[in-house]
């Protein structure tokens, strides 16, 4: 009678430690969502900004050179 029900304790445990090790996953996953939709709006702003220096170069007829 031990075994049998130290092998429910144990199976009850693994799925106990899968369950919070899942919840950790889904944590981490959403912030890394949350730091690429951030990271894309700061390279989008970057993008417009260099756009719009670069339409004001060109309105002014300026080169890189």
Same mark, same amino acid.
């Given at each position: 009678?031990?075994?049998?029900?130290?092998?429910?304790? %144990? *199976?009850? &445990?693994?799925?106990? /430690? %899968? *369950?919070? &090790?899942?919840?950790? /996953?889904?944590?981490e996953a959403q912030r890394l969502?949350?730091?690429?939709?951030?990271?894309?709006?700061?390279?989008?702003?970057?993008?417009?900004?260099?756009?719009?220096?670069?339409t004001g170069l060109a309105a002014?007829?300026?080169?890189?050179?």
């Amino acid at each position: 009678m031990f075994w049998p029900m130290l092998a429910i304790a %144990l *199976g009850f &445990l693994g799925t106990a /430690v %899968l *369950g919070v &090790l899942a919840v950790k /996953v889904f944590v981490e996953a959403q912030r890394l969502g949350r730091q690429v939709a951030a990271t894309t709006d700061r390279i989008n702003r970057a993008a417009e900004d260099l756009e719009r220096a670069a339409t004001g170069l060109a309105a002014a007829g300026e080169t890189l050179r």
